[in-house]
């Protein structure tokens, strides 16, 4: 069943879908990659939970994993589906409810999603649900304390929530603290958490170095990686 939170992403993404070519993707998060681990899954079954225009899932193909992607919104799978030609599986399903048997995938990564639902603990369980016994997950939500959102509301205080996305219309948003992200996945094995993204520009200045030093403290994205329970 559709949430509120589900229906204003696919609106949002309906009407305003988010297509960046890599050299743009990765220009903006050059640590992503790494982060990601887009390299070291080869031979692996890996799930992305919101796999938006398909970016990030044709690295995991084109690195010799047996990648698979889901998104709720029609406009980015069409944009996936053209994208990774074959290479990828793209699918319309529902992170809170994958149409997957247990103990499907080595390994599940989402990049800024999650924080765009209502049932956040859903979508963990069905993580957790889905991976193999000795399973990885990668997830990467919105900081509650981080450059970026500090940014955004200096500069507008009144509306800065409608500023934070590709365009001003209407979707939930929800920020973590690095305790929050652990109580997300409480129950999880060898948790990790750590922090990457400051903008590398503002107003035409360069402030990349702002990212290099102090990513880790200011950083926009609380990244958490771990083992299913």
Not at 90 to 108: M, T
Not at 136 to 154: D, G, M, P, V
Not at 194 to 213: E, F, M, P, T
């Amino acid at each position: 069943m559709s949430t509120p939170a589900a229906q204003l992403a696919q609106q949002h993404w309906n009407e305003t879908p988010l297509f960046l070519s890599e050299s743009e993707r990765y220009g903006i998060y050059p640590w992503l990659p790494r982060a990601a681990e887009f390299s070291e899954h080869r031979g692996e079954r890996v799930l992305e939970i919101g796999c938006g225009t398909g970016c990030d899932l044709l690295q995991f193909a084109r690195n010799g994993a047996h990648a698979v992607g889901v998104d709720i919104t029609d406009q980015h799978l069409e944009l996936a589906r053209q994208r990774v030609i074959g290479e990828a599986t793209v699918l319309k399903a529902d992170g809170a409810n994958l149409p997957f048997p247990a103990e499907s995938f080595d390994y599940i990564y989402s990049h800024g999603v999650i924080h765009h639902s209502d049932r956040p603990r859903a979508i963990v369980e069905e993580i957790f649900r889905v991976l193999k016994p000795d399973g990885r997950f990668n997830i990467q939500l919105y900081a509650a304390h981080s450059y970026n959102l500090w940014h955004c509301k200096r500069e507008s205080p009144n509306d800065w929530r409608i500023r934070i996305e590709n365009s001003i219309a209407a979707v939930h948003i929800d920020f973590y603290s690095a305790r929050a992200a652990r109580d997300l996945v409480a129950s999880a094995r060898q948790v990790r958490v750590r922090k990457r993204h400051c903008w590398a520009s503002v107003r035409g200045h360069d402030i990349s170095w702002l990212s290099q030093r102090f990513g880790w403290l200011l950083g926009y994205y609380v990244i958490v990686t771990g083992k299913r329970p």
